[in-house]
């Protein structure tokens, strides 16, 4: 029996076996969760496909969330499946990459719209779908984010803004939804080799240099991060909240880099 035997998830924002999402999948199945997917496109579908299935899931839905009647018939679908659902695990972000080059001075207003409709906005949407179907027992929403948010990170641009609504967003779901037990947090891991990663400029440079001059020595791993999103959706994790738990072998300690790298 594992610690999240007996509790239903969904993953959103899965895109192949290097992604975040899937990490915190796998940490979950192994851990006894049921869990549902979402996807958006059918490209990304195809590649969800076995890895939903290696975990023994076969509920796939293809979700936009900028579109409010997508949102309604995912959450509809999985109500019909489900009575219930313990935790929802929110990996989605996006911003135009051409803009995540150069001054963030330069950023377009449609960008910046976008970026954060689909980076902060939708896990409001998201968790105001899934609050029904976690109101009568308790659940946890959980997020994804980045130092960027706090900190000037070279490329990051329109993201890290993206980021500091989200974890702003994070904290207010947490004050509203704690009376009815159900918990909100974000995970923040340092650099990683993910599609959406790869996507950022200079992101080569950045994975080189945390690796170098985090307290551990070493970038966050799949391994790491989905194990704190154990935590955080298990019974051990009923009392936290509102929380950025930091998985970034400390990165985010420094005040500079360490000495032989000066």
Same mark, same amino acid.
């Given at each position: ?28 199945? #192994?851990?006894?969760? #049921? ?22 899931? &076969?509920?796939?839905? %293809? ?8 949102? %309604? ?9 489900? %009575? ?11 911003? &135009? ?8 001075? *330069?950023?377009?207003?449609? /960008?910046?719209? /976008? ?10 949407? @998201? ?8 109101? #009568?027992? $308790? ?10 948010? =706090?900190? @000037?990170?070279?490329?990051? /641009? ?8 989200? #974890? ?6 947490? *004050? &509203? ?7 909100? =947090? ?10 959406? $990663? ?26 790491? @991060? ?20 930091? @998985? &970034? ?14």
């Amino acid at each position: 029996m594992g610690v999240l035997s007996g509790k239903r998830g969904l993953i959103m924002g899965v895109a192949n076996e290097r992604s975040i999402a899937w990490g915190i999948a796998k940490a979950c199945a #192994e851990a006894g969760a #049921e869990l549902a997917f979402t996807y958006q496109g059918e490209a990304f579908g195809q590649s969800l496909a076995p890895l939903a299935a290696s975990v023994g899931s &076969d509920f796939m839905v %293809d979700v936009d969330v900028t579109n409010d009647a997508s949102l %309604d018939a995912a959450f509809a679908a999985l109500g019909a499946r489900w %009575d219930k659902l313990d935790f929802v695990v929110h990996a989605i972000a996006f911003s &135009d990459k051409n803009e995540l080059t150069g001054r963030f001075l *330069n950023t377009s207003r449609a /960008n910046f719209k /976008n970026s954060l409709d689909i980076s902060c906005y939708s896990l409001v949407e @998201v968790t105001r779908r899934a609050h029904p179907l976690m109101v #009568e027992n $308790g659940g946890t929403v959980l997020t994804l984010t980045y130092q960027g948010s =706090n900190r @000037v990170t070279p490329f990051y /641009n329109v993201m890290g803004v993206a980021k500091a609504a989200l #974890e702003a967003a994070v904290r207010y779901l947490a *004050n &509203d939804l704690g009376p009815e037990a159900i918990r909100v =947090n974000a995970i923040s891991p340092g650099p990683m080799k993910t599609l959406a $990663g790869a996507a950022i400029g200079g992101a080569r440079k950045t994975y080189k240099h945390t690796e170098q001059n985090a307290p551990m020595r070493s970038n966050a791993t799949l391994e790491a @991060v989905g194990g704190t999103a154990v935590y955080l959706i298990s019974d051990a994790g009923a009392c936290t909240t509102g929380e950025i738990i930091r @998985v &970034d072998g400390g990165y985010h300690v420094l005040g500079m880099p360490q000495s032989e790298n000066i």
